[in-house]
């Protein structure tokens, strides 16, 4: 390492540290908190995402778009539940019909009278789905996706990319995780066309599915080119291979997900996050032809388990939601609100010429310590990922909350106002570290 490349390195650190010290000083009822459980849970924690350093911050409530802190501070929430929170924390028609199923009794144990309906406008909403079945979580959803395939073609093997995030036991981010769902598993680079194409075809014969956000989302929120999804579409078609859409996080893009607007319709497709209503959820639907592999009025019929698939809570949120506030109308606003909001960042990246960009889809965006064009996930370096632990941070003392990754949502309760004072307080923080995010170290 040159020496000013050292001198940079050691500012950051310095920079870091002080940081630290000054969230430590603000957060010490979280601190306390993060300390006893440790006690009790590994690390302190029971979602991985959610640990981030020095130690997490603790919430006690939210109201409409703000989170409050056990500390008693107030932040405006631009992570969203990794973006499940699509409704804010106290829509009061979401409330209603959750307090409407409770009212109902919860644990029924047999088909209620919101599950049809939530199905039905599914089903309306996304030209891929025929029909739908329900899960409770989108992990499950691609589990079951995966299964549906690989019963329909008779095939094993299963292709992701690079990066992807599709549930807890499916991430494929560099080595494969020990505790992945023991699939036959075929890797390839997001983005990247020829190469893609050349494998599926040379699969063929043993590739039951592709399995593509088209988005990456915990890989970055890395959008998939027109012509990257398209020649998948064409490649799986003619080789007789199932196409799986993750729109888990991008369904939000339009009233119909984010398929909508590629014009490109998979064969299955997996949802969940916020339209379970804030409840948890998922769903897997497709053609007629492969989810009638689950039909039990038919012999043979593969099985498919999930005590609170359809409880009450989801099923009545998540139609609530659906038709009563997440219109096609409201949904077109929120993209074009985080296309601009993206649009203002990027323009605040330029205008100060420091090496930091935002990528994303609509209302679902990452930043990244990088220039330049990103098509797959990029591999930070340690000072990197300093960078983006500093930006965090400095964002955090000045009441914002979202990923410490870079990853943020918008949700449909945000106002002008919240996003000018995010543009204001991240201005402010590269104007106070503008050295450090113009390096390159």
Avoid at 122 to 148: H, P, Q, W, Y
Avoid at 170 to 177: Q, V
Avoid at 242 to 270: K, W
Wanted: glycine letters at 8%; hydrophobic letters at 40%; aromatic letters at 8%.
């Amino acid at each position: 390492m040159d020496q000013l490349n050292k001198e940079n390195h050691n500012r950051l650190l310095d920079s870091l540290n002080k940081v630290k010290e000054s969230f430590l000083i603000k957060n010490p009822i979280s601190f306390e908190r993060w300390n006893k459980a440790q006690e009790v849970m590994p690390g302190g924690n029971t979602r991985t995402v959610l640990h981030y350093e020095p130690f997490p911050l603790a919430v006690e409530r939210g109201v409409g778009t703000h989170l409050y802190s056990l500390d008693n501070d107030c932040y405006l929430d631009f992570l969203g539940e990794y973006s499940a929170g699509l409704y804010g924390h106290s829509n009061s028609k979401i409330l209603t019909a959750i307090k409407d199923a409770i009212d109902s009794g919860l644990v029924l144990g047999a088909p209620n009278k919101w599950e049809a309906l939530l199905a039905e406008e599914l089903c309306a909403r996304f030209n891929s789905i025929d029909k739908v079945r329900f899960t409770n979580s989108g992990t499950e959803a691609n589990l079951m996706a995966i299964g549906a395939a690989r019963a329909f073609t008779g095939r094993d093997k299963i292709m992701v990319f690079d990066g992807s995030y599709h549930g807890g036991v499916l991430y494929f981010k560099d080595s494969p995780s020990p505790v992945n769902a023991p699939y036959n598993i075929i890797k390839a680079q997001y983005n990247d066309v020829e190469r893609t194409i050349e494998l599926i075809k040379e699969n063929m014969t043993d590739l039951a599915a592709v399995l593509v956000e088209p988005m990456l989302g915990s890989g970055g929120c890395i959008p998939a080119s027109t012509e990257f999804i398209k020649s998948i579409r064409d490649a799986t078609q003619k080789c007789g291979v199932c196409l799986i859409f993750d729109e888990v996080m991008t369904s939000r893009s339009s009233s119909g997900g984010l398929q909508e607007l590629l014009q490109v319709n998979p064969d299955i497709t997996t949802l969940g996050k916020y339209l379970g209503g804030g409840a948890s959820f998922g769903a897997f639907g497709g053609r007629s032809d492969i989810m009638a592999l689950w039909d039990p009025t038919t012999p043979n019929a593969l099985a498919h388990a999930g005590t609170f698939n359809n409880n009450t809570i989801s099923m009545s949120a998540g139609f609530t939601g659906l038709t009563e506030v997440f219109t096609a109308s409201v949904a077109s606003d929120l993209f074009n609100k985080g296309e601009n909001f993206k649009d203002t960042l990027n323009d605040l990246c330029k205008r100060y010429d420091v090496n930091l960009q935002v990528t994303g889809v609509g209302s679902i965006l990452g930043l990244h310590v990088r220039d330049g064009v990103i098509l797959q996930p990029p591999k930070y370096s340690s000072s990197e990922l300093n960078k983006l632990k500093l930006i965090h941070l400095e964002m955090s003392l000045r009441g914002f909350l979202f990923a410490q990754r870079g990853y943020m949502t918008l949700n449909i309760e945000m106002k002008d106002i919240h996003l000018e004072k995010f543009v204001n307080a991240f201005e402010d923080v590269i104007v106070s570290h503008k050295d450090i995010f113009s390096s390159r170290v």
